[in-house]
């Protein structure tokens, strides 16, 4: 599906506002300015941005992420959920580290997933990263238990755990973990 910037824009207002209004206990983010310091282990590339700015998802700042969390396997773009992106944002808060976050895995085509889902029973046949809306990270020098525990304690969607890949799952789906 391909949305129009105009369509976008207002599909953002609608995600924020709808953030907003979901009680989300350990989501305390600041209204002034978020920014995101991320590493893609696949492609060797960094990115360091603010997409939040003065209570404002800033959609250039989108974009690039969008771009940044493409399919790794055939580089199809699609819109990130810019609350995944406050997710991903508080993570990196709470764990008060300056390193980049290791993004293992973001948005996937749904050929990619049925791909994946059919060589793997832990792959969820209607994953929430077809929908950019989940994310597979990991922070080196960072125990991987204690970013689990970080995810979950904020209790804002869903959180895997992945100790033999060397990764967690986050979402902005239910509370839930496994």
């Not at 206990?25 to 696949?42: I, K, M, N, V, Y």
């Not at 580089?75 to 580290?97: C, F, N």
């Not at 990764?167 to 973990?177: A, K, L, Q, S, T």
Request: net charge positive; hydrophobic share 40%; with cysteine.
């Amino acid at each position: 599906m391909t949305v129009g910037r105009r369509d976008f824009l207002a599909l953002s207002a609608i995600a924020t506002v709808g953030l907003c209004a979901i009680p989300r206990s350990g989501l305390a983010l600041p209204a002034s300015r978020r920014s995101l310091s991320l590493f893609d282990p696949h492609r060797q590339q960094t990115l360091s941005v603010e997409y939040w700015v003065d209570g404002w998802y800033a959609p250039d700042a989108l974009a690039q992420l969008n771009y940044f969390m493409r399919d790794r396997r055939n580089d199809a773009v699609v819109e990130m959920d810019p609350g995944l992106m406050d997710i991903l944002y508080a993570v990196q808060q709470r764990v008060g580290s300056r390193e980049p976050l290791h993004v293992k895995s973001a948005y996937r085509s749904p050929q990619t997933n049925a791909y994946l889902a059919a060589r793997s029973g832990g792959v969820a046949r209607n994953s929430y990263h077809m929908y950019g809306r989940a994310c597979d990270i990991d922070m080196p020098g960072y125990n991987l238990a204690g970013l689990r525990q970080v995810a979950m304690s904020m209790e804002a969607g869903g959180v895997g755990y992945y100790p033999r890949a060397g990764f967690i799952h986050v979402d902005n789906g239910p509370v839930r973990d496994w």
